[in-house]
């Protein structure tokens, strides 16, 4: 009597079926970041609020200064300072983009059901909202300083029509360029914290951009001390002292660009360790 024996695997096979790497699951996670309609939406009205804003913005500061003194003669640092108002302008409407984005991204699993299969297949669960974390940072950390560069030029042509001008290599304008990219992409991560724990793109969305837009405008409006002291530790607040601040360091009454991105980094630290808190706790 014959006895048949099945096939043994060979063990790199037994490997490659069992286990599933990081930079595995970052691929699976860059594959449906670029393969998502929202993705691409979101990203192109980034860029277009910034190149729009940058031409409303420098547009509007030229044509203020055509009657006034001679803007060639003013000093270069204001020089600088103008076209870098007008180069980051549209960061301030571009972070309500991308904390959308940053909300669907999640919440999108959840409403197609596509989140069971990403927790299948990465059944520890914290490797997959990292990987989306990362991919989603980069992508839009790079979509932002495209668009930033973008409105740089648009502003520069603008601009040298009254002989005005600044050059990209001076650090007053390539930092603020390069902390409006970093505040995007932060500001996406910290509404893809926040969509995890809510789960709803509706509930995600309204509770991101409350936070940027309503709770600074109701401290203001509270007549106490307290309240007013509140508002440079808010999220929006302190994101837009990131790339705004003309100090590294807290000055007077503005906390610095340094100390604005530590709170920044705490917000979004916040919603990434609740976020994985309750990813573990939670089902799918």
Do not use: C
């Not at 980034?46 to 006034?68: D, E, Q, R, W």
């Not at 640092?77 to 007008?86: G, I, K, R």
């Amino acid at each position: 009597m014959t006895t048949i024996t099945p096939p043994l695997a060979h063990p790199s096979q037994r490997a490659r079926s069992t286990s599933l790497s990081f930079g595995g699951v970052l691929r699976s996670e860059w594959i449906k970041l670029r393969s998502l309609r929202s993705t691409t939406w979101s990203y192109l009205i980034v860029i277009a609020i910034s190149l729009g804003m940058a031409l409303i913005m420098s547009l509007s500061m030229a044509s203020g200064m055509n009657g006034g003194a001679d803007a060639s003669s003013m000093p270069a640092a204001e020089q600088v300072s103008l076209v870098m108002q007008s180069s980051v302008f549209g960061a301030f409407f571009g972070q309500l983009v991308a904390g959308v984005l940053g909300v669907l991204v999640i919440s999108g699993e959840y409403t197609t059901g596509m989140i069971r299969s990403t927790l299948t297949a990465v059944p520890k669960r914290l490797p997959a909202l990292a990987a989306k974390a990362v991919v989603l940072f980069v992508a839009t950390f790079v979509i932002g300083l495209l668009a930033n560069l973008g409105a740089f030029l648009v502003s520069s042509v603008v601009f040298a029509g009254i002989d005005v001008s600044a050059s990209i290599t001076d650090s007053a304008i390539y930092l603020p360029l390069l902390g409006g990219a970093l505040y995007l992409a932060l500001i996406s991560v910290f509404a893809l914290g926040v969509g995890t724990m809510i789960r709803s793109s509706a509930g995600g969305i309204a509770a991101v951009l409350g936070l940027i837009l309503l709770v600074p405008t109701v401290l203001q409006m509270i007549p106490a001390e307290w309240a007013h002291d509140l508002i440079p530790y808010l999220l929006s607040s302190a994101g837009l002292g990131i790339f705004t601040s003309t100090t590294a360091e807290p000055a007077d009454d503005a906390l610095g660009a340094w100390l604005s991105l530590l709170i920044v980094l705490a917000w979004v630290g916040a919603s990434i360790a609740g976020a994985a808190v309750l990813l573990k706790r939670r089902d799918a």
